[in-house]
């Protein structure tokens, strides 16, 4: 099996082509394909580079920009508003989606059978990803307001007393931080059903049958087969994670001071406050190159798995 | 074999643009002026493009414009967005050799930021329909913010500054009356100094009438209003522009009192008065039953207080010039000036548009729909100032109008005073550090910037 798909994918254009009867290389053909790709993907990551080694303040209308080279990365780095930034994203990300999948996850658990009604609730429960960021960010503003916001009429109604929470940096912060889960967690929940609906029933009602219990079912069996789920599930969110804007300038505009200026947050201010858009720029590569570092970390673990997977089969 | 073609157009693209990047210095030159036609008759159907704020001024203007269009045969475009979004479309949309607007509204703060983008005032083209506008007539303590180093840029067009709203049906009711008399030994009314603000703000605050004082803490430019408002008031300016550069001028003891004084105020203010913004403080103000007692307003939003639709306050506000604090009395400005890109194609529609919109006839019609226009006969006309208690009130405001300090790093000087005027007031540090680190990162980008 490996050997076949090995001849499939190796010399792939060029067997393809002598297949067909052609000759000489298949790169025109690519070409067309390829330029479009760059031009729409790479080049707008390439400009946004190069825009990252010039000194370019956007109150000068584009006209005065000069060559610093490394200087706004050198100047990034001295920058204690970026690293107060950086630290407030990462915290953001390991506080929410760790979240985020414990709660998929035993929704998805919950929700892996069939009963009346079962289909609606499952349907429903995707509505928050479905709110526009910018909706749900205001809607949690008013939420959380002192005196007339739902959650504190709760809190007042069942004895506690009001939290004002956009006004203090530790609830501001976790604030963000739950509104968040509430509107992305749902999407986690629709992938880890989706792959526990994949997960063969046989080896479960086996394992069942062997006398384990739900416990061990889930940790020998069900976290095992759903691991790739899992590990897709959280580059997903890491990758949206990364990028929050729009929900948190709505509902706290990074404030109170700069307690929820995220790495975005900070990156619009610095562009559209500061006017300083190589220097912006340089956090965006910055940023990109983060999303990298994520992305390639959880995608060869999730290759290492298949390849597992194939030498198990192979055996 | 795709590897290599990769790597290759990466480079290549790599060094397109950085070609295409590099080549940013070149400036092209200004379109030639266009000719006058000598008729005053409406010429041919021409459109312009105007970027503006957001709020009851320009939507009444808004009304007004098939008048103009009638007039002149200029259609236009206004788009408004809110104040934060327009910075960021204008620096975006207008540039040195292109615009996508004829006209910009720029929000006080902003004109040195712009500058070198804008067509100075002196430059703009004669109307054909109405007058150029009278330097003149714009009220004397607006007439500066639309000028930057000695040039005239823009036209302001709204007398937008701090006026203090009082709760009129608090201070006349006989029984609150009575029982401030006896505590505090003066009488309830429109309080004129900070030391009555706040004997007043506590009556109602500890009385569970009403919260005492409206803060605003939204955004950094409204941090920034707060404290020079703070500031002035006790004595000290910010930035001053000393010796031809810009310097940091703050009295650190006249700065501490400033601010433990805000804090005595932000203990009678609403929950969550730590981040009040603009929303925050009309609901609180206007749609909450106990609401505040007394604070100040932008005059530009007075129309939404005086809406019986929406606000339960209308026809029960007070209005007066900030109350005076110990060392001085204080009006913050946030007016708007109307200015026109360098690069617009359209100078002449432009500038008759805004001709039209600071003219008497429409500033009188501005003034009857509860805004506020810079244009000082239309202010302090005795017709309107009988049945519109603002004006009166505006005109001992900009009496003693301060502003907010002017020049391109402005944004992050806003982002300093936010950060540790938040730390502050709040007590999440000691005032003095916070003043001592306001003033030490001032001075570094001051110094940064080469001032």
Known sequence: MKSSRRQATKPSGVVALQRAGGRGSPVPFLLPALLIVFAVLIFPILFSFVVSLFDWPLSAGGGERSFVGLGNYSELFRDPGFWNSLLLQLGFIFIAIPLELVLGLGAALLLNREFRGGRVIRALMLLPVFFLPVVSGMTWRFMLQPRYGA????????????ITWLANAGTAYAAIIMQDIWRMWPFVFMLLYAGLAGIPTELLEAAEIDGANFSKRLFKIILPLLYPTILTALL???????????????MTEGGPGMATTLFSLYTHRIAFGHMKVGLSSAMAIFLLIISIVFAITLVR??????????????? | MKSKISVFLIVLLLAMSMTVFANGDKETAAPAADAAPAAAQPGPARTINVLLWDDPYPKALQAMLPEFTAATGITVNIEMLQPPQVLTKTAVAVTATSTDYDVVGIDEGNVPVFASLLEPFNNWPAGKFYPKTDPNSVTPKM????????????????????????????????????????????????????QELLDMGTFFHTNGIASGFGPFNGGPAGVLSEA?????????????????????????????????????????????????????????????????FSMFIWPAQIAAYENPDTSMVAGKIAYSAPPAGPRGQAAVTGAWALAIPSASKNKDAAAEFIYWWSSKSVADRLVQANTIPARTESLTNPAFTASKPQLPALAASMQVAASRPRFKEIGQVQDVVKNYWIKGITGAMPTRDAIRAIVKETNEILQKAGY
Do not use: C
Not at chain 1, 151 to 161: H, S
């Open chain 1, 151 to 162: 959650l504190n009429n709760l809190l007042v109604n069942i004895g506690l007393p009001e």
């Open chain 1, 236 to 250: 997903l969110r890491i990758i949206d994670a990364l990028r929050i804007f729009s929900e948190v300038y709505v």
């Open chain 1, 301 to 315: 673990k999730n290759m290492s798995l298949e390849q597992l997977e194939e030498r198990g089969g192979g055996q």
């Open chain 2, 143 to 194: 007439y500066s913010i639309g000028t930057w180093n000695g040039v005239q840029l823009g036209i302001p067009i709204n007398g937008n500054l701090y006026v203090w709203m009082t709760r009129k049906d608090l201070i006349e009711n006989p029984q609150y009356k009575q029982q401030f008399k006896a505590k505090y030994g003066y009488d309830l009314g429109i309080p004129k100094t900070f």
């Open chain 2, 228 to 292: 020079v408002f703070m500031w002035e008031s006790f004595g000290t300016k910010f930035i001053d522009y000393v010796d031809g550069t810009f310097k940091v001028v703050l009295n650190e003891d006249r700065a501490v009192e400033g601010i433990e004084f805000y804090k005595k105020l932000m203990a009678i203010s609403p929950a969550g008065a730590e981040t009040m913004a603009h929303v925050e403080r009309q609901a609180a103000f206007a749609a909450d039953p106990k609401g505040v």
